[in-house]
């Protein structure tokens, strides 16, 4: 069974940083593309930042050179770097990966729980 385990979510005041982790845990044999979503009380969900399974990266206006997403595919695992965090950051993060399973299978997405991040003022 897949399993997205999402840890590092933590309580730091405005202007510290934090490392979030995705794990890929069971029988896999390729993850895709990852993202990192956030979604806030009462607020839609929303995409952080992507990377492909080549390495190439993508963030929202609002996290731009302030969010750093990168993966070790050795340890199936993704990372989302804060720095300069805002209360506004303040949302459960999400990971969301594209997975297959078997080589001969096509990907589909599975999610993580979630990790609490709360930016104090």
């Known amino acids: 069974q897949v399993q997205l385990v999402e840890s590092g979510g933590d309580l730091v005041q405005a202007g510290g940083s934090l490392r979030l982790s995705c794990v890929v845990s069971?029988?896999?044999?390729?993850?895709?593309?990852v993202g990192w979503y956030r979604q806030a009380p009462g607020k839609q969900r929303e995409l952080v930042a992507a990377?492909?399974?080549?390495?190439?990266?993508n963030y929202a206006d609002f996290v731009k050179d302030r969010f750093t997403i990168s993966r070790d595919n050795a340890k199936s695992t993704v990372y989302l770097q804060m720095n300069s965090l805002k209360p506004e950051d303040t949302a459960v993060y999400y990971c969301?990966?594209?997975?297959?399973?078997?080589?001969?299978?096509?990907?589909?997405?599975?999610w993580g729980q979630g990790t609490q991040v709360t930016v104090s003022s």
């Open positions: 969301n990966a594209a997975i297959r399973v078997y080589r001969r299978l096509p990907e589909y997405d599975s």
């Open positions: 069971g029988s896999i044999f390729s993850i895709g593309n």
């Open positions: 990377i492909s399974s080549g390495g190439s990266t």
